[in-house]
């Protein structure tokens, strides 16, 4: 084990009963289905619609803005996917039998959250330019990084970093702007 993977260790340690009791609202089988939904969309279909549909609401104003959106996904993707396989933290469900996972992961490793990483990134950008968009990007993506922890797919800390990547992306493409 490295350094990184001895601190997330700990970490995991001592974020396991908070993720414990976040999971157990997914025995709520509305909370369970509206998380999974969620989760789902934070997949990617909510973001590729949204790309689509930013051109068609708001004209030719919303196509650079889209173009960097989607240079800042795709940054987005690479970075967690290289953090992922760098530091290869376990997934609370895996890790802790008390954990039940509610869904199924896209990959194994849960460090950083991807959809969080991306649901901010595509929000924070998507609102700058178009804040009449903000009504339903800020909860879609609060409901996304809370799924991954209810959904006992990552620890509290998975969607910090995740949703701190994702400004800093996000960030960098209003600056591009």
Same mark, same amino acid.
């Given at each position: 084990?490295?350094?990184?993977?001895?601190?997330?260790?700990?970490?995991?340690?001592?974020?396991?009963?908070?993720?414990?009791?976040?999971?157990?609202?997914?025995?709520?089988?509305?909370?369970?289905?509206?998380?999974?939904?969620?989760?789902?969309?934070?997949?990617?279909?909510?973001?590729?619609?949204?790309?689509?549909?930013?051109?068609?609401?708001?004209? #030719?104003? @919303?196509?650079? =803005?889209? !173009?960097?959106?989607?240079?800042?996904?795709? $940054?987005? +993707?690479?970075?967690?996917? %290289?953090?992922?396989?760098?530091?290869?933290?376990?997934?609370?469900?895996?890790?802790?039998?008390?954990?039940?996972?509610?869904?199924?992961?896209?990959?194994?490793?849960?460090?950083?959250?991807?959809?969080?990483?991306?649901?901010?990134?595509?929000?924070?950008? #998507?609102? @700058?330019?178009? =804040?009449? !968009?903000?009504?339903?990007?800020?909860?879609? $993506?609060? +409901?996304?990084?809370?799924? %991954?922890?209810?959904?006992?797919?990552?620890?509290?800390?998975?969607?910090?970093?995740?949703?701190?990547?994702?400004?800093?992306?996000?960030?960098?493409?209003?600056?591009?702007?």
């Amino acid at each position: 084990m490295n350094r990184a993977q001895l601190v997330l260790a700990r970490f995991d340690d001592a974020e396991y009963r908070l993720c414990r009791g976040l999971n157990r609202a997914a025995q709520r089988a509305w909370v369970r289905a509206t998380l999974q939904i969620a989760s789902r969309l934070g997949d990617g279909v909510l973001w590729y619609v949204l790309l689509a549909a930013l051109p068609l609401l708001f004209g #030719a104003a @919303a196509i650079r =803005p889209a !173009l960097i959106m989607m240079a800042t996904g795709l $940054a987005g +993707l690479l970075i967690y996917r %290289r953090l992922k396989s760098v530091l290869v933290r376990e997934r609370p469900f895996i890790r802790y039998p008390g954990i039940t996972l509610a869904m199924a992961p896209l990959d194994r490793y849960s460090f950083p959250s991807g959809h969080t990483l991306h649901a901010v990134c595509f929000t924070c950008q #998507a609102v @700058a330019h178009f =804040p009449v !968009l903000g009504w339903a990007l800020v909860p879609a $993506a609060a +409901l996304i990084a809370l799924s %991954r922890v209810v959904l006992g797919l990552h620890y509290p800390t998975d969607v910090l970093a995740g949703g701190a990547i994702g400004a800093l992306l996000a960030l960098c493409g209003l600056a591009l702007a």
